[in-house]
C-alpha cells in the first residue's frame, strides 16, 4: 500500500503564492503518474493538475492554467504543485493521488490508485 504525505496547506491572500509538496512514504520509481486534486464541501473532487509517469506530459485544469506549476523531483521522490495568483476560489482541500497508468497520458479523472489524506488551502484577506 502507497501511503502519500501532502504538505505546504497554509492560508494566503490573494494575489499570493504557495507551494504544495506530497512525499510518499516509500518510493514510487517513475512509473507512478502524480495528480493534484481539490474539494470544496459539498462539491464533487476535482482534477487540478497532473504529470504523467515515465517521463511523460503535464495536464492542468483551465481554471489553474497559467497559475498553477506541477513538477516532480525524482530524487527527492516528490511532487509539487507551485500555486501563484490565488483566488479566493482556490480554497479547498488539496490532495495528492498516484496512478498507475503505464505509458498513457494522465488525466484529471479520479480513478488514481492512491491518495493522501489532504492540506487545506484557504485564501482570503
Known amino acids: 500500500q502507497l501511503q502519500l504525505v501532502e504538505s505546504g496547506g497554509g492560508v494566503v491572500q490573494p494575489g499570493g503564492s504557495l507551494r504544495l509538496s506530497c512525499a510518499p512514504a516509500e518510493n514510487t520509481l517513475d512509473y507512478y503518474s502524480m495528480s493534484w486534486f481539490r474539494q470544496v464541501p459539498g462539491k464533487a473532487r476535482e482534477g487540478v493538475s497532473c504529470?504523467?509517469?515515465?517521463?511523460?506530459?503535464?495536464v492542468y485544469a483551465d481554471s489553474v492554467k497559467g497559475r498553477f506549476t506541477i513538477s516532480r523531483d525524482n530524487a527527492k521522490n516528490t511532487v509539487y504543485l507551485e500555486m501563484n495568483n490565488l483566488k479566493p476560489e482556490d480554497t479547498a482541500v488539496y490532495y495528492c493521488?498516484?496512478?498507475?497508468?503505464?505509458?498513457?497520458?494522465?488525466?484529471?479523472?479520479?480513478?488514481?490508485?492512491?491518495w493522501g489524506r489532504g492540506t487545506q488551502v484557504t485564501v482570503s484577506s
Open positions: 493521488a498516484a496512478g498507475l497508468f503505464g505509458y498513457i497520458q494522465c488525466n484529471l479523472q479520479p480513478g488514481y490508485d492512491y
Open positions: 504529470i504523467s509517469g515515465n517521463g511523460g506530459g503535464e
